[in-house]
């Protein structure tokens, strides 16, 4: 028997749908933050000058302090891998525009070392995918999901390395989002 998740297309989402559910996510999962907003291809200045980024979140802690979150899209096919140069360059740009977090979204998946230094650095990495993947069952021939289990359109991934090392996935979906809630500090 085999796994008849791989029967259906992991990520079927153009850039702009993409980048569309990568804001609702983030939008949706961020009740409980004081002025919240998120803005697309954002110019932010830096030490070195000046980073367009995807996305910029910021939300209000602690009576008036601005929170700001970077948020990289890397639209991949699956067979090219977040590396580790990648999650890198985003904790330099952290650092060089005074940012606090950052977290890269992907249709693809992440190497082992940047899960290692996204791990280190405390940068976020999800895994975006077709909403019907989350449902697995060993079967042959063509997957029939049950009406009861709950569809989305699209799904995120949050990966994770383990102190073990293994790979944790926290699932993500327009309803979920405990993991981006936690890793944002939103305590429910």
Known sequence: MHMSRGQ???????????????????????????????????????HGGEFEIDAVAQFEVLGGAIITVLVECKYYNSNHPVERDLVIILGAKIRDTGAHKGIIFTTSKFQRGALTYAKAH??????????????????????EIPPWVPTYDYIGWMVTLTDDGNEHHSLITDDRGDPLQEWMGISR
């Open 8 to 46: 259906i297309q992991a990520t079927n989402i153009t850039p702009e749908e993409f980048e569309r559910q990568v804001k609702v996510w983030l939008q949706a999962h961020s009740r409980g933050l004081k002025k919240f907003h998120v803005t697309n291809l954002k110019k932010v200045p830096g």
């Open 122 to 143: 405390g940068i976020a990495t999800v895994r975006v995918e077709n909403g019907r993947t989350h449902y697995e069952t060993k079967s042959y021939g063509p997957v």
